[in-house]
């Protein structure tokens, strides 16, 4: 009897496995992308702007229908913001059950002026209503310039920051933070905010860590609740100490007389 509970359990594993592939099929449309003979998904791609690439994209069509795109786009986004995008317009058709390779060049002369550092980028599919069909995850390694929109954009909130911790500091200094404590709290948030910020475009510039959300989500959030903690537990601002009446009455007095 053990024998036979044994076999079942192994032929119920063993179904399980086989049909984990299976369901992974199960996809209409599966899309393969390589950049300069280089297969973009896990990799690291480095874009040097003045260098023309070479992009090539297999569609493989797994439905009994076939399937028209459109246009192919290359985009790269960082803190829900997209900082270059690509459309390229080519029309073709992929039969049912069948496969098309298409092949272009690219000129990326402009991201030069969009983009630096380790960026977040994706091969998109569309068809004629601007619907996704199929697309590919990779990170991008863009050779662009500092003065670039994303490099421009790191400065402005790293100043930002600057100019929120400074008056922060300064009305610590000054005794001029609110009494209440949540208040206070509240004073140090955007300073906290902005050192996020300012941590994850400076890791991403400096090619350490892309900006993907399971990244610069924690890394946000972390350094504002540090911000509202600070806040939280500077000390009490001291009361203005008020001048004596007695002082005032004296000093007429002695002018009076």
């Known amino acids: ?14 179904l399980l496995l086989t049909a984990t592939p299976a369901q ?9 992308v390589s950049l300069d003979g280089q297969d973009i998904s896990g990799h690291t791609m480095v874009i040097t702007p003045r260098s023309p690439v070479e ?5 493989t069509n797994n439905s009994g229908s076939a ?8 985009s790269g986004t960082a803190l829900a913001l997209t900082f270059f995008a690509y459309d390229t317009t080519l029309p ?27 960026l977040p980028a994706a091969v998109q599919l569309f068809d004629v209503d601007r619907n996704e ?17 994303y490099g421009v954009f790191g400065i402005a909130v790293l100043l930002l920051t600057i100019a929120a911790w400074t008056a922060c500091l300064l009305a610590l200094a000054r005794h001029r933070l ?14 906290g905010f902005g050192t996020g910020l300012v941590a994850v475009v400076t890791l991403s510039v400096l090619r350490v860590i892309p900006p993907e959300p399971g990244v610069e989500i924690p890394i946000i959030v972390g350094t504002t609740a540090i911000g509202l903690v600070l ?13 004596p009446e007695s002082a005032g009455l004296l000093t007429t007095t002695e002018v009076t007389g």
């Not at 992009?55 to 569609?59: D, G, P």
């Not at 399937?67 to 290359?74: A, E, M, Q």
């Open 133 to 149: 069909l199929a697309a590919v995850d990779t990170t991008t390694d863009v050779r662009g310039s500092i003065l670039s929109v």
């Open 92 to 118: 073709f058709d992929v039969a049912a059950h069948g496969r098309s390779v298409r092949t272009f060049g690219l000129d990326l002369a402009d991201l030069d002026g969009q983009a630096i550092g380790l």
């Open 231 to 243: 806040g939280y537990i500077t000390p009490h601002p001291m009361p203005a100490v008020a001048e």
């Open 178 to 191: 609110p009494a209440n404590r949540l208040r206070r709290a509240l004073r140090f948030m955007p300073a």
């Open 1 to 14: 009897m053990g024998r036979l509970t044994g076999v079942a359990v192994a032929l119920a594993a063993g």
């Open 67 to 74: 399937v028209h795109v459109r246009s192919i786009r290359l």
């Open 24 to 32: 992974a099929s199960d996809d209409p449309l599966t899309l393969a």
């Open 55 to 59: 992009l090539s994209v297999t569609v």
